[in-house]
């Protein structure tokens, strides 16, 4: 089951990003990673993620600048070691890709791994990804997109937690984590980050008549729009997988959005189609090792299929979209 953290995210004072802000640090942050059980642990879960990331590499060798984006959904207490090691792991290898690179998708710096980099993304807005933009991100000039359910916010703020909890998918009697207000979003965009839509309610979009489309996907960028104070380009539909969007979603994406994430996992490339984003559920629930294979592509072979559709919804998405919105 989730923790709830109501109340406990801003009684910690704020002195830095692993000083006494309560984040642990040193071998506090290895223990809550599970990172360290033991050498041969991780000995043996690289030797099974190895060669299929091998194998993929191989296959995305000769496609350029590329990059892999990250969804973190609630990060509890016990699992912010974890998150400490990613921000650390990605900014050792210069790996990590800001929102606004991924339009032009530029070389790797000078003296960074050959490995691609990663672009951060959060979502559902649970109020434990503001405390890691703050903590965790902004010492380090690290920017991130936040997808956030305008409604939910609405129902957050009233209180109500079993809508948020029905509209989420949470199963019955699981406590769902706290999410932000309207001021941490604001605060995010003053900062720097990125605020995308991810629908009003949370609402799976295959198959929904048109009507509840425009709802879903262009009241929401309104909406977001107004709270921030500026054009909406990103969007990530719910759900993320291949039967959670349909080729007329996706037109409606088109309308409104200039990007749109998927849940499907890949590589992204300059030949990737904006509306067709890749990424990578960073699950906090499960071992480190196998982590470290999400991000060596260990995993994508499992997705070759759901990739193909995905692109060719988004090639024929400009064609199904009547008007494009203003997203620049």
């Known amino acids: ?15 830095g990003p692993f000083g006494t802000s309560g984040w642990p640090r040193g071998r506090e942050a290895k223990r809550l990673a599970g990172a360290w059980e033991s050498a041969a642990k991780r000995q043996i ?29 609630d990060v509890a207490p016990e699992n912010l070691g974890k998150v400490e090691w990613l921000v650390r792991f990605l900014r050792a290898g210069c790996r990590v890709l800001a929102p606004a690179d991924v339009r032009s998708l530029p070389a790797a710096p000078a003296g960074a791994r050959s490995r691609p980099r990663c672009l951060l993304t959060f979502d559902d807005g649970f109020l434990s990804q503001a405390r890691v933009a703050r903590t965790l991100l902004d010492p380090y000039g ?13 129902r957050a703020e009233r209180g109500d937690y079993a809508s948020v909890a029905r509209s989420l998918g949470y199963a019955p009697r699981v406590s769902v984590p706290p999410l932000m207000g309207w001021r941490e979003v604001r605060a995010l965009a003053a900062r720097g980050h990125i605020i995308g839509a991810h629908t009003q309610t949370h609402r799976r979009l295959i198959g ?24 909406i380009a990103w969007f990530a539909y719910p759900f993320g997988g291949i ?18 994430c998927s849940g499907i996992r890949g590589l992204n490339t300059a030949s990737t189609p904006p509306l067709a ?26 997705y070759a299929l759901a990739r193909r559709r995905l692109r060719r919804m988004a090639s024929h998405a400009y064609f199904d979209a009547p008007a494009r919105g203003s997203f620049d």
């Not at 190895?50 to 990250?70: E, F, I, N, S, V």
Request: net charge neutral.
């Open 1 to 15: 089951m989730r923790r709830n953290l109501t109340g406990g995210l801003h009684q910690a004072p704020e002195s």
């Open 45 to 73: 879960a690289k030797a099974l993620y190895r060669p299929a990331a091998l194998a993929q590499r191989m296959l995305d060798r000769d496609d350029g600048p590329a990059y892999r984006a990250l969804i973190v959904h």
């Open 142 to 154: 690290i920017k991130a997109v936040f997808f956030i359910c305008p409604v939910l916010i609405d």
């Open 208 to 231: 929904l008549p048109p009507v509840a489309l425009e709802g879903e996907i262009v009241t929401c960028a309104n909406r977001l729009a107004s709270v921030v104070g500026g054009p």
């Open 243 to 260: 039967d959670s969007i349909d080729r007329r979603a996706l037109g409606c994406v088109a309308t409104r959005y200039q990007y749109c």
């Open 277 to 302: 984003i890749l990424r990578d559920h960073w699950d906090l629930e499960a071992p480190l090792p196998y982590l470290e294979g999400v991000l060596e592509g260990a995993l994508d072979w499992r």
